[in-house]
């Protein structure tokens, strides 16, 4: 009888972006070690995260209403109710949705947590973004690439600094979609609060976690090629479809649903 594969260990000496987030948040699924960081910031990166969640829902539930019944979620962090696929699957309930996060801790509440309406499915890989064809890999076994599938990458790429090829990580997943699919992308801005982000980049630096945030005119090259949906690249807090606008205020998150031809 084969032994089952261990699991990997929690790193507790270090901080995490998932748990980090989790701590923004209000959550309890972090340690001193994220919530050192954390409570460094300046108190806009908390509304940050609120906003940036505010607009994966809005995002993602308006694309369950036009017929998405796929997902492809990277980055997905700890989970935090409601989850990207109760979303959907209240539209949608035979939605299938693929979570992926490179923390355990995120993976082993994903096993308890994440768990699919009964005519849908979810799915967890234990996986990171930086080795896209990895989790397309898995993907494929869950998702059928022949449909639309809308790719999430929410609050993820500006984790991932320029020397690390941001764009052709994105390109890559991007490439496997077929036509008909979406990328829902959010992304911390370096041009709308300068300062801030100076702030933010320096005491998630003293944690040990390199950002890469971006102008807006970098966060667009991860649309080449692709149709941004009304209102287009936006802050998170101006991107909605249906319904009322949420409150204008004050967003340092650059927010975006881009088709694929």
């Known amino acids: 009888m084969t032994s089952p594969a261990p699991r990997p260990r929690i790193d507790t000496s270090q901080a995490h972006p998932a748990r980090v ?5 209000g959550g309890k699924d972090n ?6 960081v954390g409570a460094k910031l300046p108190p806009q990166a908390r509304d940050a ?3 940036n ?3 994966m829902q809005r995002a993602v539930a308006w694309l369950a209403g036009q017929g998405v019944d796929q997902f492809l979620d990277i980055g997905t962090g700890i989970p935090t109710s409601p989850n990207l696929h109760q979303i959907v699957q209240r539209v ?3 939605a299938k949705v693929v979570y992926t996060d490179n923390d355990p801790i995120v993976l082993r509440h994903a096993e308890a947590l994440l768990v699919s309406s009964p005519e849908g499915a979810t799915d967890y890989i234990m996986g990171d973004v930086r080795d896209p064809a990895a989790i397309l890999e898995h ?4 998702l059928d690439f022949e449909r639309p599938i809308a790719l999430s990458l929410i609050a993820l790429m500006h984790f991932i600094p320029d020397e690390q090829d941001p764009y052709d990580i994105v390109s890559t997943l991007v490439s496997a979609l077929p036509s008909g699919s979406h990328l829902v992308l959010s992304h911390a801005s370096s041009d709308l609060f300068p300062e801030l982000s100076d702030q933010v980049t320096a005491e998630y630096a003293k944690g040990g976690i390199k950002l890469g945030f971006r102008t807006r005119e970098g966060v667009s090259r991860f649309l080449d090629g692709l149709d941004p949906v009304e209102p287009g690249l936006v802050t998170a807090t101006e991107w909605f479809r249906d319904g009322a606008a949420p409150a204008s205020e004050d967003c340092g998150i650059y927010a975006v649903v881009a088709r694929v031809r």
């Open 92 to 94: 949608v309930p035979a």
């Open 49 to 51: 995260a609120r906003q």
């Open 53 to 55: 969640r505010e607009f």
């Open 139 to 142: 993907a494929r076994t869950v």
């Open 31 to 36: 340690y001193p070690v994220d919530e050192a």
């Open 21 to 25: 987030y989790d701590w923004l948040l």
